[in-house]
């Protein structure tokens, strides 16, 4: 608008929110057109590798488990068959992928309106690798960057978490897997040095006293909010919070995975002690068959001994048959 502006440096980052601009020449007089654009390559790039790493997941589980539709035979690589474990990771993933953002988010719902879907049974081929792509995602990419280029908030709604407070002074700053969607009712209490005395909220269950360090106050559940506001007052403020898929399938697979409670690792330890037992069983089984062969061996040796011994006592009977009937004779 022609406002003429004076900064202390040739860098300028306070002029326009999220555009750094650096000035290397001056000439008077000129005029420079500075065209900016939003990068959606990494928004995208995001998504595909979700889309990618998801569909590895869901071709192994499928190879793993897969039983042919027509002989209702398991195929001899399909040794997770049968596995609970398996088949909770698997319909808990596509649940997820396949529902909506829990509380309010944006215009897009369902991952079905950027242009990813899910493969259908009857789009793939029993006689190839396809078979396994039974559940895996598909992307439509003409849909997928129209989204991302006329929506992008609303992209990013379905995906992620988000915070949305009426009072700038309170801005969310963290969340956990157990953060909840729906409102949080903040008040905020100042001292006349600006530090926070006392902080509660309600989540819809009742007044809730929130943990307090330094100027961030953080709920039960895991929302972390930070205070910018003034001291020696007491600050009000409604956040409301959804959950996007993006953040529902994050911490769904962080609790699977987890070390100590997970039910992956928990599986693995299972299996684990499984083969173990059954490598004992097999060691016994071994070392029973190896002292009956010795035993067998022994008594097919002495049986060959007795049978050299019979022969040796046929030969002396009938030399000695034969040496009667010449002297007989």
């Not at 509380?103 to 006689?127: K, P, R, W, Y």
């Not at 509660?200 to 930070?226: E, H, Q």
Request: no cysteine; net charge negative; glycine share 8%.
């Amino acid at each position: 608008g022609g406002v003429s502006i004076t900064r202390s440096s040739n860098d300028i980052s306070d002029l326009i929110d999220g555009l750094d601009i650096s000035l290397y020449d001056a000439e008077p007089g000129t005029k420079v057109k500075i065209e900016v654009e939003q990068d959606l390559s990494k928004p995208k790039s995001a998504i595909m590798d979700f889309v990618d790493s998801y569909n590895a997941l869901r071709s192994f589980l499928n190879e793993k488990t897969y039983v042919d539709p027509t002989t209702q035979k398991a195929e001899d690589g399909a040794i997770l068959l049968g596995n609970s474990t398996a088949k909770d990771v698997e319909s808990s993933l596509q649940q997820i992928a396949g529902s909506t953002p829990l509380g309010t988010a944006g215009d897009f719902s369902v991952l079905a309106q950027l242009g990813i879907t899910f493969t259908s049974a009857a789009e793939v081929s029993n006689n190839n690798d396809d078979k396994y792509n039974v559940g895996t995602l598909k992307v439509d990419e003409t849909k997928l960057n129209d989204a991302l280029i006329n929506h992008p908030g609303d992209v990013e709604s379905l995906f992620n978490f988000q915070a949305q407070s009426d009072n700038p002074d309170l801005v969310m700053t963290g969340f956990s897997g157990k953060t909840q969607s729906g409102s949080y009712n903040f008040s905020v209490t100042t001292d006349a040095s600006g530090a926070i005395t006392s902080a509660t909220y309600d989540d819809g269950t009742g007044a809730k006293n929130a943990t307090i360090n330094g100027n961030s106050i953080t709920t039960a559940d895991g929302l972390r909010m930070l205070y910018t506001g003034a001291a020696s007052t007491t600050t009000t403020a409604t956040v409301n919070t959804s959950v996007g898929l993006g953040a529902q399938l994050y911490f769904a697979a962080n609790n699977m995975l987890d070390e100590d409670s997970g039910a992956i690792p928990q599986e693995i330890s299972t299996i684990q002690d499984q083969n173990s037992s059954y490598q004992d069983k097999v060691d016994r089984i071994d070392n029973r068959l190896t002292g009956q062969r010795e035993h067998l061996l022994n008594q097919f040796i002495t049986m060959e001994q007795a049978l050299a011994q019979m022969k040796n006592v046929q030969s002396s009977l009938s030399e000695l048959m034969a040496t009667g009937k010449k002297n007989n004779g």
